[in-house]
């Protein structure tokens, strides 16, 4: 039942584009119990099917650049390789701290834009007052 909700809150992240496999890897280390490694390679076969879908919804919606999803893609192979190499040859606790650090800077960048949101709309709300 457990990885019936993890699946599905993974999932729903997924498909908003918010990073469901950033998400899975968390709870499956922290309610799963399963090693880093473990979670990061499930993850790995978990996002196929994710991200075929969630393809298939934006591209038919037209929100796909073509060329350079092709681009990045390409890029993203030689990364994924080279980043699976790295992965493979790092202990465990070392992995989970760089997963954290990651986490953190994502957490980081994510306030900073909200900051910077807000300080838009308020700014924009004086000159409309």
Aim: proline share 1%; aromatic share 10%.
């Amino acid at each position: 039942m457990l990885e019936t909700l993890i699946g599905a809150f993974s999932g729903i992240f997924s498909g908003i584009g918010m990073g469901g496999g950033t998400i899975l890897i968390f709870l499956l280390t922290t309610f799963d119990g399963l090693e880093q490694h473990i979670a990061q390679a499930t993850n790995l076969i978990y996002f196929v099917p994710t991200a075929i879908s969630a393809i298939i919804v934006s591209y038919r919606e037209k929100n796909v650049d073509v060329k350079l999803a092709l681009f990045v893609s390409t890029c993203g192979i030689i990364g994924a390789i080279i980043g699976s190499k790295i992965s493979v040859d790092t202990e465990v606790g070392k992995l989970r701290k760089l997963f954290g650090i990651f986490l953190a800077i994502i957490a980081i960048h994510e306030i900073y834009t909200l900051f910077k949101e807000y300080k838009l709309y308020k700014k924009r709300n004086t000159k409309n007052s």
